[in-house]
């Protein structure tokens, strides 16, 4: 079974810093990799998706992750990141070859500080 | 998230008492999802619908039950509510039983059992 790290419970930065957010993943087979975005008090959103091609793959608002199969990472990062981009951050893992569940880390909480 | 619909949006229940959380989706999509999200848990999947009429169990499905009557709506249901299931309840849904397919999510009902 296919499971996922996310190796910082919480990431305080100041604003205009860089920022990255860490995922490592664990799995026999290939898979999908996505990273979710939870505003306070809402849903969450699909920031990117990383489905096979080019390692570098970019979303929205700036960020960007990169897959990393020998190291089975795939890294968020942000260059610079605003008050906005305060929220909760999760990474999912899906199986390739056929699977309609979808297996989360326990979230990065980063926090954007003035 | 105009797509996914949960109702209601909080609800404070007593232990021993019943209700119903309803998803409702306007996305036309196969599959649909509860989980539930706790305090440095991630998201966890309780039970899932791969189409009218069927569901399935997930990650913690005990305390819990579903129903998929009709396609657009998926029902979960606490018979006896118990204090361990005060948490953020998200319902999802996806379009294809492929891994490449994202989920989309609901904004949540937040359920607190005294």
């Known amino acids: 079974a296919q499971s996922v790290t996310q190796l910082d419970s919480q990431v305080p930065v100041f604003e205009e810093a860089p920022v990255e957010l860490r995922c490592n993943y664990s799995s026999s087979v290939s898979v999908y990799l996505f990273w979710y975005v939870q505003y306070p008090n809402q849903g969450l959103q699909l920031l990117l998706k990383?489905?096979?091609?080019?390692?570098l793959v970019k979303g929205i608002n700036g960020f960007e992750a990169e897959f990393n199969k020998s190291q089975t990472s795939f890294h968020l990062r942000k260059p610079s990141v605003h008050i906005s981009d305060t929220a909760e951050y999760f990474c999912?893992?899906?199986?390739?070859?056929?699977?309609?569940?979808?297996?989360f880390g326990k979230g990065t909480k980063l926090t954007v500080n003035p | 998230n105009a797509g996914v619909t949960q109702t209601p949006k909080f609800r404070v229940l007593k232990t021993g008492q019943s209700m119903t959380l309803l998803c409702a989706q306007d996305?036309?999509?196969?599959?649909m999802y509860w989980y539930r999200q706790d305090p440095g848990m991630g998201l966890r999947l309780i039970h899932y619908s791969v189409g009218e009429g069927t569901t399935a169990k997930g990650e913690v499905p005990d305390g819990y039950n579903v129903s998929r009557l009709k396609k657009q709506n998926f029902l979960l249901g606490l018979e006896s509510a118990a204090p361990s299931q005060t948490s953020v309840y998200f319902c999802a849904t996806g379009r294809l039983p492929r891994g490449d397919q994202p989920q989309h999510f609901g904004d949540g009902t937040r359920l607190s059992i005294l």
């Open positions: 999912a893992v899906s199986l390739q070859g056929g699977s309609e569940k979808l297996v």
């Open positions: 990383y489905l096979s091609g080019s390692t």
């Open positions: 996305m036309n999509h196969e599959y």
